[in-house]
Every structure is written in C-alpha cells, then in structure tokens.
C-alpha cells in the first residue's frame, strides 16, 4: 500500500496516506485454525474482556489486530496479538515465519493486520478456573491477501455457548453448537455421538468420539438432568450430527417413542 502511494504521490503526502487507511483485514474463513500461543500469562486481562459468568464458558467472537515484533528479544519473527487495545498473546512460534512471509508473497509491507477471533473456555467451576482460548481466523500460511473489508465483529459480541434446542415436528430436538478447537482434526468420520453422567454430575453430557476412539471424546454440551427427563424420560435419545459448516455442527436428539 505504501509503495504504491509513494508511487503516485511521494513518499511524504504516502506516509500521510497510509496513516489514514484503516489496517488490512484477513479474509474471515469461519474456521479459526490458529490458537493464540502465550495467552496464560493473560488470564486476568482476557478475563475483563471475556466477562463470563460463573459456570458459564466464555464466547465472545471480536477483532485481533496482528502486530510484528521485529525487536522482540525471545523471537525476531514474533508476531503479537492485541485485541481491544490489550496484548494477550502471540501467534504460535512455529506459525510466524510463514505468516510474515506471506506479506512478501502478496506484495505487502509488513505490518499490522487485523483478523477475526474468538475468545473461548474459561468456565469458572468449583472455585476451578480453566484456561481461556483466543481463536484467529487466519492461517499460518494464508492463501489470500489481507484486504480493506470490514471486521465481521468490530465489537464484543459475546454469546451464550449452551445449547437452545427446538422441538421439529416430527419430534426431534435440534440445536446448533460450536465446535472446540481441534475437533474438526480429531473427530471420528462417522461423527458418532453417545452421552455419558455419574450421580455427582447436575447435567447429562454428550461427547462426539475423536478418532482413535479413546475415552469419552469430545463434550459437546451438557443438559441439566431435570430437563434432560423432561424431553426424553428415562431412556437416552438418538443423538446424531446432522450436518457441520465450518466449525458449527447442527445436532438432533430424537426421542426413543419418535424413533419407532
């Protein structure tokens, strides 16, 4: 961008410019693949930000901006994570070579970009604190340029992450829910879904099966047990994945009496 100001303009009235245009933003994918490397030593700010009540996970989807860190002392290549003017990570070390060169490759100055994020986890359980997640729509080695288009989330839009299920007519419950990071990777082909309780837990949980079909897998969301009854008795639903779309999968829990 500065190139060609200079170009047209020179190099004073193109700084002048370039301090007017707002930061290019990377092609949304819907698919966050990058997680933000370092974001522990930032729970108490992502926290503000993140604002999740008690026993609640936090989803906030928002902007990052994306700021090289040519002078950073532990890694030349560094490549900070701001969101709401707050460093709260970095992108993965293994990442950040690829993606400073992909500024050459599109015929960029290297700078700052923007991208979308999300802000993920951090339940607050039991006086237990789990980590948060910043999630970046952009990859390691992006295959289009950043461009002028406008942020998806120039806000904070914070939404609620447990599942709101609607009765269809022919008597399943249908809901749409995030998947975690990693899953799409891991997840078992037949997308192969069960549900599993002790009597400590307040909810029934239902878990997709990863791959190697180890352990309980992947909870997807939990129902408290009360109304868990209340929609299907005493026996367990049908559970499947319907059909997924980027990292968002729509589920169907059918009844055993709409089944037969």
């Given at each position: 961008?500065?190139?060609?100001f200079k170009?047209l303009?020179?190099?004073k009235?193109?700084?002048?410019?370039?301090?007017?245009?707002?930061?290019?933003?990377?092609?949304?994918?819907?698919?966050?693949?990058?997680?933000?490397?370092?974001?522990s030593?930032?729970?108490?700010?992502?926290?503000?930000?993140?604002?999740?009540?008690?026993g609640k996970?936090?989803?906030?989807?928002?902007?990052?901006r994306?700021?090289?860190?040519?002078?950073?002392?532990?890694d030349p290549n560094?490549?900070a994570?701001f969101?709401?003017g707050?460093?709260?990570?970095y992108?993965?070390?293994?990442?950040?070579?690829?993606?400073?060169?992909?500024?050459?490759?599109?015929?960029?100055?290297?700078?700052?970009?923007?991208c979308?994020?999300?802000?993920a986890?951090?339940?607050?359980?039991?006086r237990k604190?789990?980590s948060?997640?910043?999630?970046?729509?952009?990859?390691a080695?992006?295959?289009?340029?950043?461009t002028?288009?406008?942020?998806?989330?120039?806000?904070?839009?914070?939404?609620?992450?447990?599942p709101?299920?609607?009765?269809?007519?022919?008597?399943?419950?249908v809901?749409?829910?995030?998947?975690?990071?990693g899953?799409?990777d891991d997840?078992?082909?037949?997308?192969?879904?069960?549900?599993?309780?002790?009597?400590?837990w307040s909810?029934i949980?239902?878990?997709?099966d990863?791959?190697?079909?180890i352990?309980?897998?992947?909870?997807?969301f939990g129902?408290p047990?009360?109304?868990?009854?209340?929609?299907?008795?005493?026996?367990e639903p049908?559970?499947?994945?319907?059909?997924?779309?980027?990292?968002m999968?729509t589920v169907?829990l059918?009844?055993?009496?709409?089944?037969?």
């Amino acid at each position: 961008m500065f190139g060609i100001f200079k170009r047209l303009f020179g190099t004073k009235q193109a700084s002048a410019l370039c301090a007017e245009v707002p930061e290019l933003h990377w092609p949304p994918t819907g698919l966050f693949p990058l997680l933000a490397a370092g974001t522990s030593y930032h729970d108490e700010a992502i926290s503000q930000l993140a604002g999740n009540a008690p026993g609640k996970a936090a989803l906030v989807f928002c902007t990052a901006r994306l700021v090289p860190e040519d002078t950073n002392p532990h890694d030349p290549n560094a490549v900070a994570v701001f969101i709401q003017g707050e460093k709260l990570g970095y992108l993965p070390r293994s990442c950040a070579p690829a993606f400073r060169e992909a500024f050459a490759r599109f015929g960029l100055p290297l700078g700052p970009t923007t991208c979308d994020a999300v802000i993920a986890n951090g339940l607050l359980v039991d006086r237990k604190q789990y980590s948060y997640a910043i999630e970046l729509d952009v990859a390691a080695e992006p295959e289009s340029a950043p461009t002028l288009s406008s942020p998806s989330y120039p806000g904070m839009s914070r939404q609620d992450p447990n599942p709101v299920f609607h009765r269809q007519e022919d008597g399943r419950f249908v809901t749409t829910v995030r998947l975690g990071h990693g899953i799409l990777d891991d997840m078992h082909k037949h997308r192969r879904m069960g549900s599993w309780t002790t009597e400590n837990w307040s909810t029934i949980n239902y878990y997709l099966d990863n791959r190697k079909g180890i352990g309980l897998g992947y909870k997807l969301f939990g129902i408290p047990k009360e109304m868990h009854r209340g929609m299907f008795g005493e026996a367990e639903p049908d559970a499947q994945v319907e059909f997924i779309e980027g990292r968002m999968a729509t589920v169907s829990l059918k009844p055993v009496e709409a089944t037969q």
